[in-house]
């Protein structure tokens, strides 16, 4: 059975219409770029945090 949910919106995605990036499902091609764009900007906060916040490895 098929029933895949897409990661942006929740709708159920369509077997003839699913979209697959980053190893989920989308309706569409624009969620799947919605869902990108969000991931870049979580990774960019990340990068900022570490920025601040940077990891003490192997010091004191
Ligand atoms: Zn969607």
């Known amino acids: ?8 919106c929740g709708i ?5 219409t699913e979209v697959k990036r980053f190893g989920k ?12 764009a969000k991931i870049a900007e979580d990774e960019r906060r ?3 945090y570490q920025k601040w916040h940077p990891r003490r490895d192997g010091c004191c």
């Open 46 to 48: 990340e990068e900022e």
């Open 1 to 8: 059975m098929f029933e895949k949910h897409c990661r942006v």
């Open 12 to 16: 159920e995605v369509k077997k003839e």
């Open 25 to 36: 499902h989308f309706c569409n091609d624009e969620h799947a770029n919605q869902f990108g």
